[in-house]
């Protein structure tokens, strides 16, 4: 709960608190700048990571098509998007809602791909009266 004033203060008091707190130590807009990304360097790192999500997509809609080197590029894409997203969470405290992000999306990304490549090497299901071979 805020304090209530015992008194009433004079113009030359307030004017004095004020300029105190006008010449009060702040960090520089410099050091606060250097705290964040970039914003074009962070447009690219995105498109990196989206760009791994689309190629993981593009390399599972087309029907039939085995997994080719744009799937191991998407996760390659992924790969890098999560380092990315480490590196400006660790160095980049300003950036840090933007590194979850990049997270985020490349973890699905790895965790959805490594799904799909472990299902092409199931077995087929028999039409076996008995039911499936395997437990």
């Known amino acids: 709960m805020a304090k209530i004033p015992e008194r009433k203060r004079d113009k030359a008091e307030l004017q004095e608190m004020r300029s ?4 009060a130590v702040r960090p520089p807009v410099e050091q606060l700048q250097a705290q964040a990304v970039h914003r074009f360097v962070l447009v690219f790192f995105y498109l990196i990571c989206l760009t ?6 593009k390399s599972y809609y087309p029907y039939g098509i085995e997994m080719g080197p744009v799937f191991i590029s998407g996760m390659a894409c992924a790969a890098v ?31 959805f791909g490594t799904v799909y490549y472990i299902e092409q090497f199931e077995q087929e299901a028999h039409d076996d009266t008995q039911g499936p071979t395997r437990y």
């Open 20 to 23: 105190r707190n006008a010449f």
């Open 52 to 57: 791994g999500a689309g190629l993981v997509i």
């Open 81 to 111: 998007g999560l380092l990315i997203s480490l590196w400006i969470f660790w160095k980049k405290p300003r950036s840090r809602h933007h590194a979850a992000l990049m997270a985020i999306i490349s973890l699905l990304v790895l965790v």
